[in-house]
């Protein structure tokens, strides 16, 4: 099978990069284009989070545009090429999927998750604690969430909700002995704390905690949106009980547009 526009992109960037090409493209390395990949995959949820399908569609050329950049820069460079890329992803691909490309028989998605993870074990025999592999450069929320669930599965786990629940209770207290203490770097750690047992009893409800703030991010603006439509004077002038009022209006008036 072929795919000419694929190709015709890899040829695009081949000549962006080469002597009579764009100065710009010739001048990037993987490290200056860290911030590039960074931004467009965020910008392909935002469209994923959107419904946006047409601005999906777009958003994930610019995340392609990045690994055939990065792929020809490697080239370049004399280390691998975008078949390379394509030829570990496919390897990998047929490898953790034994239950479609093997013999191996599954009952349920959790047993297709439980293959995965071994699978990938087996790929990286170097990794020996069930800490390593996690991304450094991820969100803080999200390399927590991995950290808890790994810590799990090797048995590290609260018996109850309940002492899940005293734990963060537990942590709240602390927090508030630091403030009292005045101590900046005790209120730091605590603080971490509070949010590390926080987004364990998201795991434990199986609540995805990034999702869930990002949710919560969102309505918030929405609502502070509403507020700033429906007040009668500069936010500035109101007073903490006027604020009060005047969210509260805000969300009534979202619910009754939402409704109808």
């Known amino acids: 099978m072929s795919y000419p526009k694929m190709e015709e992109l890899i040829n695009v960037i081949a000549t962006l990069r080469s002597e009579n090409g764009c100065e ?127 810590a799990v599965k090797t048995g590290f786990e609260w018996d109850c909700e309940k002492s899940l629940l005293d734990c963060i209770k537990s942590e709240y207290r602390e927090f508030a002995r630091a403030v009292s203490e005045g101590n900046r770097e005790s209120m730091e750690d605590e603080m971490g704390d509070i949010f590390f047992a926080t987004v364990n009893l998201a795991r434990w409800h199986k609540i995805d905690a990034e999702q869930a703030l990002i949710s919560a991010n969102r309505k918030f603006i929405k609502r502070f949106r509403m507020m700033e439509k429906l007040a009668t004077k500069p936010l500035q002038e109101y007073s903490y009980q006027e604020f009060d009022e005047l969210w509260k209006s805000a969300k009534a008036q979202i619910a009754k547009e939402q409704n109808s």
């Open 24 to 150: 710009w493209d010739r001048k990037q390395t993987h490290k200056t284009l860290r911030p590039n990949m960074l931004e467009e995959a965020y910008e392909a949820v935002d469209a994923i989070d959107d419904d946006d399908i047409k601005g999906l569609k777009e958003e994930l050329g610019d995340v392609l545009l990045q690994v055939v950049l990065h792929a020809q820069i490697a080239k370049d460079n004399g280390e691998f090429d975008i078949e390379d890329v394509a030829g570990e992803l496919t390897k990998k691909l047929i490898h953790r999927h034994p239950h479609v490309f093997g013999d191996t028989k599954v009952n349920s998605t959790d047993e297709i998750l439980n293959n995965w993870e071994l699978l990938k074990k087996e790929e990286k025999p170097e990794r020996k604690s069930a800490m390593d592999g996690i991304s450094k450069s991820q969100s803080a929320l999200m390399s927590a969430q991995k950290i808890s669930k790994r």
